[in-house]
């Protein structure tokens, strides 16, 4: 029987758990939450959402994080997690599985004792940097310091703990430097190859590499200006994809795609500018040099299934598909979470 991508993909999701690993808007009280039906709406069990980064105080990160876990826990079709268990639960009743990421160790204060606080309040993977230099490392857009003792302390506890060590937004040295020193698998939770294009926030083959050699997973990310020329399509998302399964093989990819509300409330609206404007926002964290674009566009989530289509269609088999849809993540977290 001829191979049908559309129907390969639709009997996939439908039997298997799909995950993204990161979703990138902004942390803010007043962000309207239902929009995470998008997600649903894609046929997505599994997103980790993030609750804070280092553009902002750590103590907007804990309002941040109050406020999305109350909307969680009080709101029908949404499932705050702690076992790949309860995601296969929450998918068995068509509920999105919920944990919670922090972009930057700012979020810490600088205090190690803060991590065991997040983990108990659902936060399930942590970066060492966004972008700039912090008290854990260096950013991917700062000069490479490399690991600091206070970073190795955290990513003590966060093994101890269980929760998963992220190295996007994070600069190379740090990033080597702490995978060698996680005695657990480590991720690039959303980050893209730089051998394909060649921007600061992509990372090199090597560190790929690296984290493969963890037992870890790279996601691809769908942001336009990490794909390509501002590229979402999801063509481009699949040779993403493909670079790394040559390069680590199929069981080390997985899918970030770093998709924001933002985009969803904005797509809306007449005057929309999607994620356009970083730099004038804050050109410490984004430089003009990495994101002068006038419009900054992402890959959707409902491009998640397109993107198993499109691996249908190039001949992955079933089983490699299922892996990089979600599989593969699901192995770290069950090698992590405690």
Not at 68 to 90: C, K, N, P
Not at 183 to 196: D, E, G, K
Request: hydrophobic share 40%; with cysteine.
């Amino acid at each position: 029987m001829a191979n049908n991508p559309h129907a390969t993909a639709q009997r996939l999701f439908q039997e298997n758990v799909i995950w993204d690993a990161h979703a990138g808007f902004g942390p803010d009280p007043s962000v309207d939450l239902t929009k995470l039906q998008v997600w649903k709406d894609a046929g997505v069990n599994y997103l980790s959402i993030d609750v804070g980064y280092d553009v902002m105080d750590w103590r907007d990160t804990i309002k941040s994080l109050a406020a999305f876990r109350r909307w969680i826990l009080a709101s029908d079709g949404y499932r705050l997690v702690t076992t790949v268990e309860q995601i296969r639960d929450a998918k068995k009743v068509g509920d999105l599985a919920v944990t919670f990421d922090l972009e930057g160790m700012n979020a810490l204060d600088g205090s190690v004792d803060l991590v065991e606080m997040y983990y108990h309040l659902g936060v399930r993977q942590m970066l060492f940097a966004y972008n700039r230099n912090n008290l854990a490392g260096g950013g991917c857009h700062d000069t490479d310091m490399g690991l600091t003792a206070f970073g190795r302390a955290v990513i003590a506890e966060m093994n101890r703990l269980g929760m998963v060590v992220d190295c996007s937004h994070t600069a190379y040295t740090t990033t080597m430097e702490a995978m060698e020193a996680s005695s657990a698998p480590c991720i690039f939770s959303h980050s893209n190859a730089r051998a394909l294009w060649d921007h600061e926030r992509n990372i090199w083959d090597d560190q790929a590499k690296a984290c493969a050699a963890t037992g870890g997973v790279v996601g691809i990310v769908g942001i336009g200006i990490f794909m390509g020329e501002n590229d979402t399509r999801t063509t481009t998302l699949a040779d993403h994809v493909d670079h790394y399964v040559n390069l680590l093989g199929p069981e080390h990819v997985g899918v970030g795609l770093d998709y924001a509300l933002q985009d969803e409330l904005e797509a809306e609206s007449d005057d929309s500018e999607g994620l356009a404007g970083l730099s004038g926002r804050n050109s410490e964290y984004w430089p003009p040099s990495q994101y002068n674009y006038p419009q900054i566009d992402c890959s959707r989530p409902r491009q998640i299934i397109e993107l198993a289509e499109e691996l249908s269609r190039r001949q992955y088999s079933e089983k490699d598909i299922v892996a990089i849809m979600g599989g593969n993540f699901i192995r770290v977290v069950e090698a992590v979470w405690k």
